[in-house]
């Protein structure tokens, strides 16, 4: 193995290994110094995965991420299984104590530790209930799988927080830096319409990446009532006023989400905050970002998708170089 990769091992990598949060992240900077050095030698460190397996465990649908970590594993040398639980498993268990005369299966007290028996690393994707906002915030399902698999634990997206989504979105950032006339970029996380109430998670990474990584001057813009979890936006400018939060940005990521107060529901707006090249033209010519899926001329106008600012293919491409730095600081923790 080069000194590359071993001068970014910051043991501990998160208190069991996992990756769950930014809190498991390290040194933002050397994360992004090695997803990039893995974009030009995707094979460097081939040997380091050998013999390794690595479970992809998916509660809810996935693309991206699915693909990109795929890749990302065996790049590094690991095999990979593939698992779409919700689809082709038992239906799982979380309660505690639960007498399981219902629909549930199997416990996942049962379930997790066989995982851990199977595998070296288990990804897991989980969506919230969006129903229950203290046990989606507690993050009561990833941090069970934490607990009884016993390997360490990726985040492939969990009810609150998307972090690999997350690193993607700041490697893709810094790819496009330095800017020319400024030292720190101007980041705008604009709230967008959406048919169905989705996840705060992309959003609160994102508020929680960037608060972390400190090297942008940061701001969110959405609705009244599309307020976010302090823990999560912290000291963060927010504004209802789309074109104040345009104006003059480097970088607008575009995202919906539904309320944190009024857990999960959709609040009606009374203003149109589709992005659209009109709005767009108060900016410094801004990069557009989502993390995709996109709903066309909802989220975003085609005429935006399909022009030169957006940069959502390339942002999407970046998520193999960030799960593949993920894993192999992982891969470097195992014994
Ligand atoms: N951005 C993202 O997580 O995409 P998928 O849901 O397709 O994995």
């Known amino acids: 193995m080069d000194n590359l990769n071993k001068s970014f091992q910051s043991p501990p990598w998160g208190d069991s290994g996992s990756f769950l949060s930014v809190k498991d992240a390290g040194n933002i900077d050397d994360l992004i110094k090695l997803a ?29 991420t699915r693909l990109s970590t795929q890749i990302a594993a065996q790049n590094l040398g690991m095999e990979v299984i593939v698992f779409n639980a919700s689809q082709d498993g038992w239906s799982l268990e979380f309660e505690d104590g639960a007498v399981m005369n219902g629909t549930t299966a199997e416990h996942v007290k049962d379930a997790a530790p066989i995982l851990g028996n199977y595998f070296d690393i288990l990804g ?33 997206e969990s009810a609150t927080v998307h972090p690999l989504q997350s690193l993607t979105d700041i490697i893709t950032i810094s790819e496009h830096l330095p800017l020319k006339d400024k030292t720190k970029p101007k980041v705008v996380l604009i ?12 959003a609160n990474s994102f508020a929680e990446w960037m608060n972390e990584w400190n090297q942008a001057e940061f701001v969110i813009a959405h ?35 539904s309320s944190y107060a009024d857990y999960g529901k959709i609040i009606p707006v009374e203003n149109d905050w589709m992005l659209t090249t009109e709005k767009l033209s108060v900016t410094n010519d801004a990069k557009v970002m989502h993390c995709l899926p996109v709903r066309r001329n909802i989220e975003l106008s085609d005429e935006i998708l399909d022009s030169s600012n957006s940069i959502v293919t390339e942002q999407a491409g970046n998520r193999v170089w960030a799960a593949q730095s993920v894993l192999s600081n992982i891969l470097n923790g195992l014994t």
């Open 124 to 156: 897991v994707r989980t969506f919230p209930s969006l129903k229950n906002r203290d046990e989606d915030y507690a993050e009561k399902i990833i941090n069970q799988f934490v607990k009884y698999a016993n390997i360490p634990v990726v985040s492939l």
């Open 223 to 257: 609705p009244e009532g599309y307020e976010l979890d302090k823990r999560f936006i912290r000291d963060a400018l927010i504004t209802h006023d789309p074109v104040k939060a345009l104006n003059d940005a480097d970088f607008v990521y575009v995202k919906n989400w």
């Open 36 to 64: 990039l050095h893995y974009k030009q030698n995707p094979f460097a460190h081939q040997a380091l995965g050998k013999g390794k397996r690595m479970g992809l465990l998916f509660l809810n649908p996935s693309m991206r």
């Open 191 to 202: 709230w967008a319409p959406h048919v169905k109430p989705l996840p705060q998670c992309v």
